[in-house]
């Protein structure tokens, strides 16, 4: 799960240090970027346009990276993760791994849900946003 830190400055550097190292282990790279901010993790080919990503690098496929993009307003999608070789993928339900978080950490009383977020949305996700708002109250 990409954090704040790992997007910019020296937190950055770190990770893309530390990111660097599992690319040239034996070891599979899974990134969760749910961050608007920041800069994303350097990629060869220029990403598709949307707000959220999910990379899944496995070991024996290097240098290729599988990118899942994820627009605003869509749900998670579900992540196959790698595990050892001639075993098969388990299947990360991200949506569902993301609500129980969520609701277990309480999040709906500690977030403002009573304004559109700070960051820059499109008319058309303005829109979105401000129906999943209304649908709140």
């Known amino acids: 799960?990409?954090?704040?830190?790992?997007?910019?400055?020296?937190?950055?550097e770190e990770y893309l240090e530390r990111r660097g190292r599992f690319l040239r282990s034996a070891a599979h790279l899974v990134?969760?970027?749910?961050?608007?901010?920041?800069?994303?993790?350097?990629?060869?080919?220029?990403?598709?346009?949307?707000?959220?990503?999910?990379?899944?690098?496995r070991s024996e496929r290097r240098p290729l990276t599988e990118v899942w993009?994820?627009?605003?307003?869509?749900?998670?999608?579900?992540?196959?993760?790698?595990?050892?070789?001639?075993?098969?993928?388990?299947r990360l339900e991200l949506q569902a791994a993301f609500d129980a978080v969520y609701d277990a950490v309480g999040y709906d009383l500690l977030l403002k849900y009573d304004r559109l977020p700070q960051v820059a949305l499109t008319p058309s996700q303005q829109v979105w946003a401000q129906n999943v708002l209304d649908g709140r109250r």
């Open 1 to 12: 799960m990409l954090s704040p830190t790992n997007k910019r400055g020296d937190g950055r």
């Open 31 to 57: 990134e969760i970027d749910l961050l608007r901010t920041g800069q994303r993790v350097p990629m060869r080919q220029a990403l598709p346009d949307a707000e959220y990503f999910v990379f899944v690098g």
């Open 69 to 90: 993009p994820i627009p605003l307003g869509q749900p998670l999608p579900p992540v196959p993760i790698p595990l050892l070789a001639g075993d098969s993928d388990v």
